[in-house]
């Protein structure tokens, strides 16, 4: 099949989150199952053009309200084994500054019209390609607007056959806009109707696809269940009932050739599940690296994130003087966000400089050194669709401590069973998370051998891609299947 998959974020080109990591790998294990996949995200102004990059000579036209904008597209590969072509749209008013979604004073004002630009200059782009897909699959609220213009102005002619699937990585953001912006998309109006586009008088561009894309997929079975209920719908849960039928839920699997212990140039050393020596040196260079107590026997809680109400990390921050003083463990935090989560562990660190360690920003090098240098590996999320963090640390011998939500669910095998891979607690409260953490605490100083059967389920666990792959094919079939009747 000809699959394009969508996106606003592309791993290892432009990253904010999980949802780059799965455009980056997933189109791999697809066009190693033999579909013919592309991928297309705007040339944001972080990304460098590579010198192998080529853009094409022919202008994209790219039709709105407001006449044809003139753009082009850069053509390479996502990487040099798998050879899936990748494209980027260039248009400098929309895409060339640094940040994808928000600036310095929050989301950028004309989000609406940039991702709207960019889901039409996606469908335009396969004109100039010559190439119409039989699947365009697409990701989150930014791409929301493709379903209803595959229903709409692309419903026939060349794209008659081509079915959407339509992929929540999170249902938090959603896409609300001022129904001005209609008339720049040349949507017909019947499209903002209550079972469509509109919500409370507004735009809301994931309800929108919820209810126009062939079939719907999310990142994890527990997540897909949960979606469906007031308390995990973020009001979308009725229309997800709705189309229930459509809806599957989907594991994300994890890039093995980029998150790869034994090979990963960004450790400073390798190991194995077999040999476990360069995890230790990994670790030695974390407690330098943060100036802790260079202590082997001292584990370390490890925690790479965004610093959302989502990640509940405001749980960690308000146990954190309780870890520090124990005497008995280190925390080493990476991530950007809420100012004042930032703050709350800049300042543990500042108060407990021999045990806490906290860096504030986004850095990729730095995550697989803390993912591999840690003992432990903090996840305490209120709502998780996926999570690739906890399956990172799984596959780098760092045990998860995570809360029984979404794909955390899904992917830790708690203590106690059978393949147990960490540790999971229920509700979303301090106390429970630092029970979980004493815990862990305990079996590291007086059962070694748990702690390493743990390390073992982990780091051997089935994570490959090529799993789910064969499910998202099966979905592709059934959206072209109900394309087209
Ligand atoms: P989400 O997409 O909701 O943030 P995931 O667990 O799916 O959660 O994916 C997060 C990804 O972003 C992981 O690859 C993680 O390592 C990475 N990440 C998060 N924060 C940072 C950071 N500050 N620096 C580097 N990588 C980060
Ligand atoms: C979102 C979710 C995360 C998921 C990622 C990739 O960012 O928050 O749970 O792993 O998308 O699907």
Redesign the pocket.
Known sequence: MKILFVSPEV?PFV????????VGALPKALAAAGHDVRVICPRHGSLRVGTEWKRREEVLYVPTGEGTQFASLWETVLDDEAKVPLYFVEYEEYFSRGEIYHGPWGAHGDNDRRFAFFSRAALESCHLLDWIPDVVHCHDWTTGLVPVYLNTLYRFGPWSGTASVYTI??LEHQGNFSPEIMQFTQLPNWVFQESGLESMGRMNWMKGAIYHANKITTVSPTYAEEIRTPSGGFGLDHALRFKGGDLLGIL?GIDLDAWAPQTDPLLGANFSSSDLTGKSTVKAELQRKFGLAENPHMPIFGV???LFH??GLDLLASVVERMATSGRMQLVV???GEQWEEESFSQAAARHPESVGT?I????A??HKV?GGSDFFV?PSRF?????????AMRYGSIPIVRRTGGLADTVVPVGEENATGFLFNEPHPHELLDRIFEAVSIWEYAPDEVHRLRMNGMNRDASWERSAREYSQVYEWAVQARRG
């Open positions: 791993a990253k904010e989150g999980g949802l780059a990591d799965v990585h999170n994300n790479v994130s965004r989502q990640k990476l991530g950007s860096y920003g986004f850095n990729e730095l995550a993912i996840m998780e669709p996926c999570g690739l963090g906890q399956q990172y």
